[in-house]
């Protein structure tokens, strides 16, 4: 195995690309709530950046990616990183393990992020902070020792997971609608307006989302070559796709076209795509974008308009419903072509069942994962602020500073 520059430079480049989308989340989210809770909410993601960096060198990597113990987890044998230098290791030959590790761990930062949407405005900051390092534990690591990690049983049996639809995207979304269940709505959900204080934030969050998905897929192809190629493009191409029907979707509905849909589509197609993208076709990308903005749409108005749970910023209806969608359509339009795999419209039903499996039990793990940490830190330390620090907003009774002077 020997270290090659290009490939090193790409996974680095890919690594930071990754890190900007924790912020660009921060914004994404930041735009959708209330002006009172902007700060709290930006909060969710910037410490997260700083505190699943320091659990992931500590821990966390050795977890994910360490040697196997029963096809479940990895051990401790690389706590501290002890054992991951300079050379290369068996998952990325031509990079140093550092350079593949620091790119994981920034996986491992944004998937928790993800999940404060779910709570936004009401959750206390320091079960905010337990339970998030508590997940990154006892969900993440586990579930990207299954499906990436070798000896993981879903990576035997076969299941496709380029870059994170399983591991990312349906763990945190199922996680989140856990958690919105069990925290409860908002006060005055569905009595008074809840509208997003800044449009023109959330925008901005899609637009750097966006730009730092290439990095989490064309880079999860390890090196700067075809494969990364491949995956840049289809990314652009679900994203545009999923931008466009979500928009067109609410315009026909509504009436009027929604830049809000537009941003969320967008996000939608990203989420699709990223568990097939090293594995379909541009024009497969289409229907995979097209799909994530029919489905995505009108998960959110099932679950906030019709079924009333109040996940105040829809993470399980992008992300664990469109994270379903790409990893189902990963097995439905994957293609030896590309990187050695078919699936149902390319003559192999079978790898559709295998994404089906991995569905299941990625979703029925985090959620019953998820929901024995959040009881537990609602029987002692308590979930939920108090109702005068939510009706005061969480930006000025927890952290004591206000977005914005006026």
Known sequence: MTINSGDTAWVLLSAALVMLMTPALGFFYGGLVRRKNVLSTLMHSFF???LISVQWVLWGYSLAFGPDHGHLIGGLDWMGLRHVGMAPSSYAPTVPATAFMAFQMMFAVITPALITGAFAERKRFKAFVIFSLAWSTLVYA????????????????????????????????????????????????GEEPMDPHD?????????????????????????????AAQAFVVTNTAAAMGAMTW????????????????????????VAITPASGYVSASSAIVIGFGAGIVCFFAVDLLKHRLGIDDALDVFAVHGVGGIWGALATGLFAERAINGANGLFFGNPEQL??????VVAVALFAGVVTAGILKAIDLTIGLRVPEREEALGLDETIHGELAYQL
């Open 142 to 189: 586990p579930v990207a020792h299954w499906v990436w990690a070798e000896g993981g049983w879903l990576r035997n049996l076969g299941a496709l997971d380029f870059a994170g639809g399983t591991v990312v995207h349906i763990s945190s979304g199922v996680s989140a609608l856990v958690a919105a269940r069990m925290l409860g709505r908002r006060a005055g959900f």
């Open 48 to 50: 997260i950046l700083a």
């Open 199 to 227: 449009v023109t934030m959330t925008l901005l969050g899609a637009g750097l989302l966006w730009f730092g998905w290439f990095g989490f897929n064309a880079g999860s192809a390890l090196g700067a070559n075809a494969l």
């Open 247 to 270: 928009m067109s979707v609410a315009w026909l509905r509504h009436g009027r076209p929604s830049v809000l849909g537009a941003a969320a589509g967008a996000v939608a197609g990203l």
């Open 353 to 358: 069942l295998k994404q089906a499996v991995a």
